[in-house]
T-cell receptor
Framework: LAKTTQPISMDSYEGQEVNITCSHNNIATNDYITWYQQFPSQGPRFIIQGYKTKVTNEVASLFIPADRKSSTLSLPRVSLSDTAVYYCLVGGILTGGGNKLTFGTGTQLKVEL | EAQVTQNPRYLITVTGKKLTVTCSQNMNHEYMSWYRQDPGLGLRQIYYSMNVEVTDKGDVPEGYKVSRKEKRNFPLILESPSPNQTSLYFC??????????????FGPGTRLTVL
């Protein structure tokens, strides 16, 4: 499984855009990139998944450069309720469809007024 | 409501007393999995199941057992719990194994303390 590296923590203010970058230098051809969000004492929640270029949904955007060795989760106009831990994961069909997920320690995002 | 449920949510027990944490999902998912979460270590996968009667070890399976007799249920069994199994446990499920789309749905967690 591709190892991922992300910042341990980030701070932001309400209304700002937050970009969390994840490094995955040994990502395999079949690997997808997925981001999860976790609030204290709750299970992680799926945010977004992508393979290349840009993916956008109602809560976030995911930017993946051509070499796919990194990815950036973009949260537009964050609020206090976005304070959580964000995990970047990679996996694909050859590793059980990404089902056998390996979570790192994630990025603790703290949003203040 | 589509969900993954776990029971109990909190459990304090003593070393060596067998226990079972139940997990159930109502989404007809093929794939189910157990994770433990410890401070500074993130989530680590214990066991997973690709379908009924098909299970495999994750990254930290020692001291745990699982079974998958029905599609909706995936209990986690600790035959002889030890203090190092004190942790927050999560059950998760997803539609199928082997798909590139891997959204997993997590349960609310079970906080286990072994004295």
């Amino acid at each position: 499984l591709a190892k991922t590296t992300q910042p341990i923590s980030m701070d932001s203010y309400e209304g700002q855009e937050v970009n969390i970058t994840c490094s995955h230098n040994n990502i395999a051809t079949n690997d997808y990139i997925t981001w999860y969000q976790q609030f204290p004492s709750q299970g992680p929640r799926f945010i977004i998944q992508g393979y290349k270029t840009k993916v956008t949904n109602e809560v976030a955007s995911l930017f993946i450069p051509a070499d796919r060795k990194s990815s950036t989760l973009s949260l537009p106009r964050v609020s206090l309720s976005d304070t959580a831990v964000y995990y970047c994961l990679v996996g694909g069909i050859l590793t059980g469809g990404g089902n056998k997920l390996t979570f790192g320690t994630g990025t603790q995002l703290k949003v203040e007024l | 409501e589509a969900q993954v449920t776990q029971n109990p949510r909190y459990l304090i027990t003593v070393t060596g007393k067998k226990l079972t944490v139940t997990c159930s999902q109502n989404m007809n998912h093929e794939y189910m999995s157990w994770y433990r979460q410890d401070p500074g270590l993130g989530l680590r996968q214990i066991y997973y199941s690709m379908n009924v009667e098909v299970t495999d070890k994750g990254d930290v399976p020692e001291g745990y057992k699982v079974s998958r007799k029905e599609k909706r249920n995936f209990p986690l069994i600790l035959e002889s719990p030890s203090p190092n199994q004190t942790s927050l446990y999560f059950c998760a499920s997803s539609l199928r194994y082997g798909s590139s789309y891997n959204e997993q749905f997590f349960g609310p967690g079970t906080r286990l303390t072994v004295l």
